[in-house]
């Protein structure tokens, strides 16, 4: 299973604009080419910052979605003059190496970045990070190894109902012991100060 994602930083005071452009082309594909696109705004973190993500079986579906949004003259014209709405600031294409269960109202996603030397052991460890912190909160956390971009990265991704959710899955890894004795282990396979969290909300 493969992963798309585009993010895009909208314009000063066009954020609404940009949810409203971006969701009306979003339902257009999701109807036409059979996607599945989410889109998510970022909590406590950019303000202006908005994030597309779908899925796929394989990466040959990937490329047939290509091909049929840049062919597809209808979509395209909804485009026009969308550069004065927001800007796009990436494209990624990642591997789900474990599944993260359907999108929610809100998911946490962490960012790691591997020791390249140790990039297969530090690759193996993290998927036992996401194991336990499965085990350990009862919420599926899934793993997305990146095939574009910097693919020294890991994101670990799990979905809530509700912020008091997230909240609540967060006390229980803090106070596992198991789950603490993981920082020592991580040392040499995952780089210093790398991890980055960010929490984001579904709004289509």
Not at 44 to 65: K, R, S
Not at 104 to 123: I, S
Request: hydrophobic letters at 45%.
């Amino acid at each position: 299973m493969f992963i798309a994602g585009r993010t895009l930083t909208a314009k000063s005071g066009r954020m609404a604009d940009a949810i409203s452009l971006t969701g009306s082309v979003l339902s257009s594909m999701n109807s036409k080419m059979g996607t599945d696109y989410s889109m998510h705004v970022d909590i406590g973190g950019d303000p202006n910052a908005v994030f597309l993500t779908t899925g796929f079986e394989t990466l040959a579906d990937y490329e047939q979605m290509r091909m049929s949004y840049m062919a597809d003259q209808e979509i395209n014209s909804m485009l026009v003059g969308s550069e004065s709405i927001a800007d796009i600031v990436e494209d990624r294409l990642g591997e789900i190496i474990k599944p993260m269960g359907e999108f929610a109202a809100f998911a946490a996603v962490n960012t790691v970045r591997v020791e390249t030397p140790k990039q297969m052991e530090a690759t193996a460890f993290c998927l036992e990070v996401a194991e336990l912190a499965t085990s350990i909160s009862g919420d599926e956390v899934g793993v997305v190894r990146p095939l574009t971009g910097d693919i020294s990265e890991l994101f670990f991704v799990t979905n809530f109902a509700s912020m008091e959710d997230l909240n609540q899955s967060n006390a229980k890894l803090s106070e596992n012991e198991d789950w603490l004795a993981l920082y020592e282990k991580s040392v040499g396979l995952i780089v210093p100060g790398s991890l980055h969290y960010a929490i984001r909300q579904k709004v289509m």
